[in-house]
Each structure stands twice: as C-alpha cells, then as structure tokens.
C-alpha cells in the first residue's frame, strides 16, 4: 500500500517584501497579503478541533514573539498540542548491509526520546532556527548564532519535546555542503530541502535519488557529518489544483452529488494519479505532500475543511478495520496501537474512531494521513533500507545551485 504523507505547514519569511513587524502584524497588505498572528491563532484553534490533525511551524522568531503575547491558559494550550503523543519501548538501532561502497544505512534515529513517531506531538516544530537562513552567502558562525537562538527557545519552553529532529530548508535557493554539515553535527536526523536545478532533479529523479545520505564533510570522520537528505516533491507546494487556502483560487471538496459543482470523482481521481505518479520518483512505500506555502493558513479553517475531506473520501475504500478506538483515548494504549491517529482516522456518528487499516475493498492502494517531517522519516528509517551516499557532485560537493526550467513559470512538480 502507499502511504501518502500530508504536511500541512506555512513558509513564514522572517522579512522579505515587509519588515519583521508588518509580516507579524498585517500591515501593509497592499505590498503582500501576510499577517502571522492571524495563521498561528487560527492554526492552534483548528488543530484543537480534531486530534488527528498535524501542523508544523518554523520560523521561531515569529513564534517567539506571538508565544510572548499569549495568556498562560493558550501557552499551556499549546504545549498540549506540541507534546508527544505516545509512549512506546525504546527504538532500536537499524542496521541494514550495505550492498555497495556507494550506499550506507540510513541512520538509525537517536533513541533519547522513547516515541513511536519522534516529535508527534499535533504541532511539531521543524529547523528550529530563529530564521530559515541562506546557504550561499552566509557565515558559519552566523548559521549557528541564529540557529542556537531558536533552539534555546524551544528548549527553554518547552524542553526536550520541544527539539525538533528534521532540518527544513524549503526556500533558500541552493544548498551547500557545510549546511548539511552543520546540521548533522547540531544532532539532526534529516535534511529536507525544496529547490535545486531543474536539471539536477530530473537526473535524481530517473537514478531514484531524490532521497539518501549526504556526506557533508570531507574531513571530518563518517558518521559525523552524514545527514540523511530528501528533496520535497513539489518545491514547497502543495500538488497543482490541491491548493485551499484563502490565497488559491483551486475548488473546495464539494461532496454534495445535487450540486453542480460536485467533484468528488474527479478529485479523487485526480489525487490518486499524482500520488501514483510521485511514487516512481521514491525507493519507499511512503511519499510526502506539503500542503501550504508563503504565509498561508491565516484562515486553517479552509485548509483543514477540505483536507479533512480528501482523506476520508481516498481512504473511504478501506474496508472495515478490526482495531477502532475513540481518538481522545487512543494515547492511553501502548503496543500496537501506538500509532494509530498517525495511521488512519475514521469519521462515525459517535466521534472520530483511529483504526488500524487492514486493506483496500475496492482496488485502490494508496492510503492518506495527516503526518510530519518527523514522522515521515521514521517510516523511511522503518523501511531498513541502504541509501545512496552523495560525497561529490551537488549533493555532496562544495554548492549545489538553482536554476528554474526556462519552459516552465515555476519549478516543475513531480507528478504533474
């Protein structure tokens, strides 16, 4: 079965077209449509409306200031959706046997934090660094002052759970090999970046080395500058016509069959496709969507809403599970259950049930789910298996720059 991963997320640039304050504030909405207090309080309220959904955040310097702002009954609030979710016995190391001198195990993910899906919580924090910082014009020393900054923030709040395990640069526009480098020595268990030269993706993408190990450094010992490294499917985009958010103009899910504007075929369809296509491109039953992009989810209420839908309408050939539990008390079982909101939710007349999917009724093999960078890359250490080792050429050599496809107005999606 493939597993479709939706990562419902927002690109925040800390500065860009307004200063800090009119990003913050909403100010100056006639230069750029953005106001992040607006996203973060509508993506807390919409998190608390199903317990199945996921969000990510990264830019900590406008965390920081809307966190200072809030009451002590929304900071604990929060510290309840960022909190892990599940207990489960320790992670074991995962060693599986290189086939060649040019592929290496994918790194085992640090046992210190004894989860089922590290960093699970319903909001998990990504990159961690005050800012998403550039890779080609920047001082090392910079990258880790800024780095620490946010770091020690979410430390300093919300302790150990609130350390994020993935390295998240979807926006700078080519990466370099000390970045990767930096990242492995900070304790980092993957990097996931959404640009590089269309040229370089297309090459990765028939070689089915989108994903592997980078070796960032040529002079310090393996493993210590090793980072396991994907490239995002679409940039940092949601698929072409998937887009809800008040800023898109792509259809809501309408699901009412006496409406003209019923879609519900067409886009699952459509759904289906894409993802199917994308899978070609990935060595794992387990592929990634990130639904979001610059400042989006001011209203989360619209994302959320049809998301909520596009999962249950793709997964509606299921058949009936054997294991269902009401959502609220899932946390309280360990075992196999563990993970179960992160597998699969299904919507009753009682509640939400998260069951433990068996198999699919009616012929479709893709299942959907609400998921993190976290999660998303313990189901690719799961999978045991041996990775690619990029140590030259762009992914592994001194810089790996962008150029976007002269035919195309945007970098190129996969799948599409």
């Excluded at 449509?33 to 973060?40: C, D, E, W």
């Excluded at 990935?282 to 979001?292: E, K, R």
Aim: glycine share 8%; proline share 7%; with cysteine.
């Amino acid at each position: 079965m493939l597993n479709v991963h939706l990562v419902p997320h927002t690109h925040d640039d800390v500065g860009w077209l307004k200063t800090v304050d009119q990003y913050f504030y909403g100010i100056k909405n006639d230069i750029q449509h953005a106001g992040v207090q607006y996203i973060l309080d509508s993506v807390i309220s919409a998190l608390l409306e199903d317990p199945t959904r996921r969000f990510i955040y990264v830019e900590i310097a406008f965390f920081s200031r809307w966190w200072h702002q809030q009451t002590n009954a929304t900071q604990e609030v929060v510290r309840d959706l960022e909190r892990p979710l599940f207990l489960a016995p320790g992670l074991s190391t995962q060693q599986p046997f290189p086939v060649s001198p040019t592929l290496v195990p994918l790194l085992a993910l640090t046992t210190d934090r004894d989860l089922a899906c590290p960093g699970t919580g319903r909001l998990e924090f990504a990159n961690g660094g005050w800012v998403m910082n550039d890779e080609a014009a920047t001082h090392y020393g910079a990258i880790v002052d800024q780095m620490t900054l946010g770091l020690r923030f979410l430390e300093d709040t919300f302790g150990n759970d609130g350390r994020p395990r993935v390295a998240w640069h979807i926006d700078p526009f080519g990466h370099s090999r000390e970045q990767a480098s930096l990242f492995a020595q900070m304790g980092f268990d993957g990097f996931f970046f959404g640009r590089l030269d269309y040229q370089d993706k297309w090459v990765r993408m028939q070689k089915l080395e989108m994903e592997q190990v980078w070796r960032g450094s040529a002079s310090l010992k393996p493993p210590t500058a090793d980072l396991f490294t994907g490239v995002l499917p679409n940039g940092y985009n949601p698929p072409r016509n998937l887009c809800w958010d008040v800023l898109c103009v792509d259809p809501p899910v309408v699901e009412d069959p006496q409406s003209p504007e019923y879609n519900v075929k067409e886009l699952v369809d459509y759904f289906l496709n894409v993802a199917t296509a994308q899978s070609r491109y990935y060595l794992t039953n387990h592929i990634v969507m990130t639904m979001g992009s610059d400042f989006q989810y001011e209203n989360a209420n619209m994302w959320f809403k049809n998301l909520d839908k596009l999962i249950r309408l793709v997964n509606a050939q299921v058949s009936v599970p054997t294991l269902c539990y009401p959502c609220a008390r899932v946390h309280l079982h360990l075992g196999a259950l563990v993970m179960c909101i992160a597998l699969s939710a299904v919507r009753t007349p009682e509640g939400s049930l998260c069951c433990l999917p068996q198999q699919q009724a009616k012929g479709s093999s893709v299942h959907v789910l609400y998921s993190t960078p976290g999660c998303y890359l313990w189901e690719l250490n799961k999978a045991n298996l041996t990775w690619y080792l990029g140590k030259l050429g762009s992914l592994g050599g001194l810089a790996c720059p962008v150029g976007h496809d002269p035919a195309l107005s945007a970098p190129a999606a996969v799948g599409q």
